[in-house]
């Protein structure tokens, strides 16, 4: 915005290392945000991550300690199938039932793959939600795109799937 200045107040800036403050001022570019649109993947709901064969996809394992990456790469899959002429946009994160992350991370990236749709056929992959996120989903108008309820500890191939940054 054409003349906004950011303002932190004397006694956050105080409490910062000096030049710091500078870091909360008003930015003239925004960073840029990549959508990975995958093929022939491999959702793994227990650590929301996807997999290619056996490989994870480093760009989707957010939140996923050590040694819960080690036990995704070594225990059995079994995948269930889903529609292969669907394209699914994973909407959600491990703290999908956090508030911060639901409005910060999840619906950006939900609203971001529906809206800037490269496939026709396409439908939200995402746990089961409280009401107050399917609210959310209402207000932006996405509370009618198709739905793929994943559930914890499960696997599911997916022919065509997108993960956004903003995840």
Not at 92 to 109: D, E, F, G, I
Request: charged share 20%; hydrophobic share 40%; aromatic share 10%.
């Amino acid at each position: 915005l054409e003349g906004c200045e950011v303002s932190l107040g004397d006694s956050f800036a105080r409490l910062m290392p000096p030049g710091d403050v500078d870091n909360f001022g008003r930015r003239e570019v925004a960073e840029p945000v990549r959508t990975y649109r995958l093929r022939d993947v491999m959702l793994d709901t227990s650590i929301m991550a996807f997999f290619r064969g056996r490989l994870p996809i480093p760009e989707t394992l957010y939140m996923v300690p050590d040694d819960q990456y080690a036990h995704a790469l070594v225990k059995p899959l079994y995948p269930a199938p889903t529609d292969p002429e669907r394209h699914y946009v994973l909407g959600s994160t491990r703290a999908v039932r956090n508030y911060y992350h639901w409005m910060v991370q999840a619906l950006p990236a939900i609203d971001w793959g529906v809206r800037n749709r490269q496939q026709p056929n396409v439908s939200l992959a995402l746990p089961p939600l409280q009401p107050w996120q399917e609210e959310t989903l209402a207000l932006l108008g996405h509370a009618g795109v198709p739905r793929l309820t994943v559930q914890a500890n499960t696997h599911y191939a997916m022919a065509s799937a997108e993960f956004s940054e903003f995840l």
